[in-house]
DNA sequence: AACCAATACAACCGCAAATCC
DNA sequence: GGGATTTGCGGTTGTATTGGT
């Protein structure tokens, strides 16, 4: 185990701390020393670098842009879908949601909801907090989510399905078919554009690959204070999810079933340590 | 082409928890 | 036990980029 030794240190005011963008070269510096010595400790790396930035700025840079295993850029729908879910049962807790999304940070997590997600509840007029907001997401943003993450599957599969109803522990929720994406475009649709996040996805692996124990994490269940809400597509039968057939075993992803089950799995301890 | 608004994202700040002495 | 220091987290801000007019 790691010691920690506390070194004097010189106040922010001698040092003269840089603050603002770091430049390729405090990059290099970084990531010099942080290869030697490993990672933690901060406010030595800062000092014994000799860069300019203060503890803190050193760990952000290097958690949030340096690390090798940073994925950044656009975020796909399966893990927007993730962010929901994961964001109704914990709420703004970033660290703990990024940590169920390998290669994504908290502080991007953040940037999404903020940029993204409030955008919406603004534009509803509503508070991203409120229970209108909240079925908004249920009712039509996940479903619509959920459409264009088969709508991409079925590319490459051509086989045609619909997301029909929303399965409650109080009964069945039909959605008006005019709520889905790209469904109809009637005259509902530009309010609808509003709810739907028009990022487009670059990693669309499909989650209706998954096994029939796996679809739950990333398509199905949807926290709620009364319940849960399951999503199915009620046209099918349990063997219709497989829409994409084989699998894309190329695509590059966190989304093999491993990591989908190793989630379930976390999130199944951690609901239980919850109770208790 | 120029301007402006919206967007995306990097970085900072304050606070609290963890750790050390 | 308590103060000093470090670390981690969430909120916020600043700025570069993009898109629309």
Not at 92 to 114: C, F, L, V
Not at 228 to 239: G, L, R
Not at 263 to 271: C, M, N, R, Y
Request: charged share 25%; proline share 4%; glycine share 6%.
């Amino acid at each position: 185990m790691d010691v920690y030794r506390y070194e004097s240190s010189r106040s922010e005011e001698e040092m003269d701390v840089r603050k603002g963008p770091w430049t390729e070269e405090e990059d290099s510096v970084l990531k010099a020393y942080v290869n030697i010595h490993g990672e933690g400790r901060w406010n030595s790396v800062a000092r014994l670098s000799g860069l300019r930035r203060t503890g803190k700025s050193c760990r952000l840079r290097w958690l949030n842009y340096m690390r090798p295993e940073i994925k950044r850029g656009n975020i796909s729908l399966e893990e927007q879908l993730l962010i929901l879910q994961l964001h109704s049962r914990w709420g703004n807790r970033w660290s703990k949601i990024a940590q169920h999304m390998p290669g994504r940070t908290d502080n991007e997590i953040k940037n999404y909801w903020r940029t993204r997600v409030q955008k919406q509840a603004k534009q509803l007029k509503c508070d991203v907090n409120s229970k209108q907001f909240k079925d908004a997401m249920r009712y039509v943003w996940i479903p619509r989510l959920i459409e264009r993450i088969r709508a991409s599957s079925q590319s490459t599969s051509g086989q045609p399905s619909t997301i029909t109803s929303i399965t409650t522990e109080s009964g069945s929720v039909q959605i008006d078919p005019s709520l889905l994406p790209e469904s109809s475009g009637t005259s509902s649709d530009s309010q609808l554009s509003s709810v739907s996040d028009p990022t487009d996805c670059y990693n669309p692996q499909s989650v209706w690959n998954y096994p029939n124990n796996l679809r739950n994490v990333a398509a199905g269940t949807w926290g709620r204070d009364d319940g849960v809400i399951e999503f199915q597509a009620t046209e099918e039968q349990s063997n219709g999810w497989s829409v994409g057939g084989g699998g894309d075993t190329s695509m590059e992803t966190v989304w093999n079933e491993e990591n989908i089950w190793f989630l379930q799995q976390q999130l199944h301890d951690e609901d239980s340590a919850l109770m208790t």
